[in-house]
């Protein structure tokens, strides 16, 4: 069964940079599209990026385009998103999935990793 598991997470000033990252097991991630969206209390689930198979194409939320950047190493069954210039409205819980893109999350999704930008 593949399962999906966030770390990273944690306390950034505005400004700042974070990476989190997504661990596969049960699976192998190569055999996904790979993405991340974020949920911030009170609002609705929100794509943020994903990365195709083979990392050839990359998919961003308009809100992160150009300040996030998503990787992946599938000989490590990982993806990464990497955030600069962050936020307060960053703030959020993010969740990796797997078999997703934009408004179509995949099937298995791991349980987040909060993010706080505040100063």
């Known amino acids: 069964q593949v399962q999906l598991v966030e770390s990273g997470g944690g306390w950034v000033q505005p400004g700042g940079s974070l990476r989190v990252s997504c661990v596969m097991s049960g699976g192998a991630s190569n055999s996904y599209t790979m993405a991340w969206f974020r949920q911030a209390p009170g609002k609705e689930r929100e794509f943020v990026a994903a990365v195709s198979r083979t990392a050839v194409t990359t998919g961003y939320g308009k809100s992160v385009k150009d300040r996030f950047t998503i990787s992946r190493d599938n000989d490590k069954n990982a993806v990464y998103l990497q955030m600069n210039t962050l936020k307060p409205e960053d703030t959020a819980v993010y969740y990796c999935?797997?078999?997703?893109?934009?408004?179509?999350?995949?099937?298995?999704w791991g349980r987040g990793t909060q993010v706080f930008v505040s100063s």
């Open positions: 999935n797997a078999g997703g893109w934009s408004t179509n999350p995949g099937p298995y």
